[in-house]
């Protein structure tokens, strides 16, 4: 699972959904 900044930031999703660019 990859956390990025970003990802947090513009989406709130769970990182089951999976890693979102």
Request: no cysteine.
């Amino acid at each position: 699972m990859f956390v990025l900044p970003v990802n947090g930031a513009r989406k709130r999703l769970p990182q089951q959904q999976g890693p979102t660019f």
